[in-house]
């Protein structure tokens, strides 16, 4: 059996609304040693995920209230709970509702009935995963903060150009921690972009409406406001501003969940500067496109415009327009 983290049993949700499917699933958990806990309804599937943070969810998709499908999906979308793998167990089985099921975030797809090893042994792969999913984001997170590290302790350097190199573009840099805030806007700097710092979310939101950004460079997990929550809302302030996700807990739940917002990239924190300068670069090349894609189209609405007029002008005068072509 796989252990957490801590050392003890491995902690188990299991959501659907059949007391038997729940009970016997219990059962079969219970007795390979793992420590199990009971939802019957999506809502309360959500709560028990945020508060006791389970190593695994087993998830019935047909349920009255919220189904399967959007309590994953949920889950999947919160940071607190997006790295917890998910197994779906149900009656359903065809190829459409699999295809749903990982479409929403599903980790795996168990169809009943089922035979115990069957399930002891998907719940067993999956815990597994989860387990080294939580050593590479404590490797990564360890990184970072050697980085973090080393850039306090060298001698700061005189501050970059306070303007940016020609065409460099303005960043928003957006981290709750100072060091992590400060290494990043240091290296823009010394790349010749212009920075702006937000130590939150809500500072963020303020600073996209009163400047206008070129690019984001965003923190996933803050406290308050969450870099998904943030994302989201940049979506609608600068929809034309690429955000490029930086985070020292790189799950591929938390990627997934960015790029489905709106996300331009994802890296992940403890990288060399040179790959957070070529994402920036590539992000402002983007927003460079779309800049240049807007222009083009009020050039082309002009032009319609203007001949829609000199058409109107020459029917009020009953000729053609003598700069149109005319037909025999």
Do not use: W
Request: proline share 5%.
């Amino acid at each position: 059996m796989t252990k957490p983290e801590a050392g003890g049993p491995a902690r188990i949700l299991i959501v659907d609304d059949e007391i038997q499917n729940l009970e016997l699933m219990e059962a079969m958990l219970t007795s390979a040693g793992y420590e199990v806990f009971l939802a019957q309804e999506g809502e309360e599937a959500l709560r028990l995920a945020r508060e006791r943070r389970p190593d695994l969810i087993l998830l019935d998709l047909m349920m009255p209230g919220l189904s399967g499908f959007e309590v994953c999906a949920r889950v999947k979308t919160d940071p607190q709970t997006g790295g917890i793998p998910v197994l779906f167990v149900t009656a359903l089985n065809q190829i459409s509702d699999k295809e749903r099921a990982m479409a929403a975030g599903g980790d795996d797809f168990l169809t009943k009935p089922f035979q115990r090893t069957e399930l002891l042994t998907r719940v067993e792969a999956l815990l597994r995963v989860r387990h080294l999913n939580r050593d590479l984001d404590r490797a990564l997170a360890y990184l970072h903060e050697l980085e973090l590290t080393r850039h306090a302790q060298q001698p700061k350097k005189p501050v970059a150009p306070t303007r940016p190199a020609e065409g460099a573009g303005t960043i928003l840099v957006v981290d709750d921690e100072l060091l992590a805030r400060q290494l990043f806007a240091d290296v823009l700097r010394e790349a010749g972009y212009m920075t702006h710092e937000a130590e939150n979310g809500e500072r963020a939101l303020e600073i996209a409406r009163q400047e206008t950004i070129d690019v984001v460079l965003l923190d996933i997990m803050m406290p308050g406001m969450s870099g998904l929550e943030v994302l989201a809302q940049l979506g609608e302030l600068a929809p034309d501003s690429p955000v490029v996700i930086a985070t020292a807990n790189p799950t591929s739940d938390n990627a997934i969940a960015a790029l489905r917002l709106g996300a331009f990239d994802f890296i992940v924190k403890g990288f060399k500067n040179e790959v957070m300068l070529t994402t920036v670069a590539r992000a402002m090349d983007r927003r460079r496109l779309a800049i240049r894609n807007q222009g083009l189209i009020r050039q082309l609405e002009a032009k319609i415009q203007e001949l829609l007029a000199i058409l109107v002008e020459h029917s009020h005068k009953n000729e053609p327009p003598s700069h149109l072509p005319s037909h025999a």
